[in-house]
């Protein structure tokens, strides 16, 4: 079992910065990949970024490239997405989630895969 909680969100004007965290417990934290995701109103979730387990590989989507950052420490077993300049079309609940029934070190951009989810924090940018 692993339990995860976000924490970090609220609300920022356009162009300013938040970073998430997500603490996780339960199990060894370093063994698996992790991402961060989002939804939208009336959307559906989707892949924001991701991260292996050794943090080596990091992975976005194109939206957020350059913008968003995804980090981990294992030693913390804390992950973290540092978001900078942020667009009103950033404005999402964001969750983060563990994939843990895989050993293979890539990040994947399937909910599906993921296997523990955290209730996510909610974001707000005004533009």
């Known amino acids: 079992q692993v339990q995860l909680v976000e924490s970090g969100g609220g609300l920022v004007q356009a162009g300013g910065s938040l970073r998430l965290s997500c603490a996780a417990s339960?199990?060894?934290?370093?063994?698996?990949?992790m991402g961060w995701f989002r939804q939208a109103p009336g959307k559906d979730r989707e892949f924001a970024a991701g991260?292996?387990?050794?943090?080596?590989?990091?992975a976005y989507r194109d939206s957020v490239s350059g913008r968003f950052t995804i980090s981990r420490d294992n030693a913390k077993n804390t992950m973290y997405l540092q978001m900078n300049n942020l667009k009103a079309e950033n404005t999402a609940v964001y969750y983060c989630?563990?994939?843990?029934?895989?050993?293979?070190?890539?990040?994947?951009?399937?909910?599906?895969?993921?296997?523990?989810w955290g209730q996510g924090t909610q974001v707000t940018v005004s533009s």
């Open positions: 989630a563990a994939a843990t029934r895989s050993t293979i070190a890539a990040i994947f951009r399937d909910a599906r895969l993921y296997n523990y």
């Open positions: 339960g199990r060894t934290f370093s063994g698996y990949t």
């Open positions: 991260i292996t387990w050794s943090g080596t590989s990091t």
